[in-house]
């Protein structure tokens, strides 16, 4: 069973009358085109008028002819059943109004494609057991279906891979992530591969590993500060010299 979807459209007349604190009277017309068949065949056009919230009277599309539900609705309903020109405009607005508008919706809707942000990222283990990973994630693509892979020097990698299912944003949007067991070779070319409607081509992004951090060599650092340390002591005393050298008047 599918969801009915809906088209609403409000025309809204206030009528206010003003007595020390605002009071009024509330009118309105309600349109709304309901189908749930994708091919749009069971589309059904409802336009109701309303009076302080309370329908007095409806046309519906299915039915053909307009209903009244109080005195008032049902004394215009009657004359406007009478009206073959006005019940013509009404039976045309299924296709006229409703498959038209819900036609332009679903083309913007269903064939809209939003392309994936990739990013790959390490994650290093809590412990030493774990190996590390390497995380492919693409957030906030449309529609859901989506395929990524890893690729090592270009060969598809099934082992060591686990992947999240697609993961609702909240927001109409998916994201997904999967993990690859990562021990670091040197040469080997790590990539992952994204597949998404809206992507012409399978799209790879490659693992650039992070330069290697500069090891400070302790040996060397220690070599280097009581180097400059003796130096300091070596300017101190030539300045302390030279005071005295000066203060005595030799
Ligand atoms: C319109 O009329 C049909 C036939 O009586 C009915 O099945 C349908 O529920 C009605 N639609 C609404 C929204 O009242
Ligand atoms: C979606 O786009 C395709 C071509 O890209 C087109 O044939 C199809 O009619 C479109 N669908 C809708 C609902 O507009």
């Given at each position: 069973?599918?969801?009915?979807?809906?088209l609403?459209?409000?025309?809204?007349?206030?009528?206010s009358v003003?007595t020390?604190?605002a009071?009024?009277?509330y009118?309105?017309?309600?349109s709304?085109?309901?189908?749930s068949?994708?091919?749009?065949?069971?589309?059904e056009?409802i336009e109701g008028?309303?009076?302080n919230?309370?329908?007095?009277?409806?046309?519906?599309?299915t039915?053909?002819?307009?209903?009244?539900f109080?005195?008032?609705?049902v004394?215009?309903a009657e004359?406007w059943?009478?009206d073959p020109?006005?019940?013509?405009?009404?039976?045309?607005q299924?296709d006229?109004?409703?498959?038209?508008n819900?036609e332009?919706?679903e083309?913007?809707?269903?064939n809209k494609?939003?392309?994936?942000?990739v990013?790959?990222?390490?994650?290093?283990?809590?412990?030493s057991?774990h190996p590390?990973l390497?995380?492919?994630s693409?957030?906030?693509?449309?529609p859901?279906?989506?395929k990524?892979?890893?690729?090592?020097d270009?060969?598809v990698?099934?082992?060591?891979?686990t992947s999240?299912e697609?993961?609702l944003?909240g927001?109409?949007?998916?994201q997904?992530h999967s993990?690859l067991?990562?021990?670091?070779?040197?040469?080997?070319?790590i990539?992952c591969?994204?597949?998404?409607a809206?992507?012409t081509?399978p799209?790879i992004?490659?693992?650039?590993?992070?330069?290697?951090?500069?090891?400070w060599?302790?040996?060397l650092?220690f070599?280097?500060?009581s180097a400059a340390l003796?130096?300091?002591?070596?300017i101190?005393a030539?300045?302390?010299i030279?005071?005295k050298?000066?203060?005595?008047?030799?």
């Amino acid at each position: 069973m599918s969801v009915l979807k809906l088209l609403n459209f409000h025309h809204i007349l206030m009528l206010s009358v003003f007595t020390g604190a605002a009071n009024g009277y509330y009118y309105y017309r309600w349109s709304q085109c309901i189908y749930s068949s994708p091919d749009l065949s069971d589309m059904e056009f409802i336009e109701g008028s309303y009076f302080n919230k309370y329908p007095f009277v409806k046309y519906n599309s299915t039915v053909g002819i307009f209903v009244g539900f109080t005195e008032f609705g049902v004394k215009n309903a009657e004359m406007w059943n009478k009206d073959p020109s006005l019940l013509q405009q009404y039976r045309a607005q299924v296709d006229r109004y409703c498959k038209h508008n819900a036609e332009l919706m679903e083309a913007d809707i269903y064939n809209k494609t939003v392309q994936p942000k990739v990013k790959l990222s390490l994650v290093m283990p809590g412990d030493s057991k774990h190996p590390a990973l390497l995380m492919c994630s693409a957030y906030d693509f449309y529609p859901q279906p989506i395929k990524v892979s890893w690729l090592k020097d270009g060969a598809v990698v099934t082992s060591e891979v686990t992947s999240t299912e697609e993961l609702l944003n909240g927001d109409w949007y998916y994201q997904i992530h999967s993990e690859l067991e990562y021990t670091p070779r040197s040469g080997e070319k790590i990539s992952c591969m994204v597949e998404h409607a809206s992507f012409t081509k399978p799209m790879i992004f490659d693992w650039n590993p992070p330069a290697p951090e500069f090891e400070w060599d302790i040996q060397l650092l220690f070599t280097i500060e009581s180097a400059a340390l003796l130096l300091g002591i070596i300017i101190a005393a030539a300045g302390f010299i030279y005071y005295k050298i000066k203060s005595t008047g030799l």
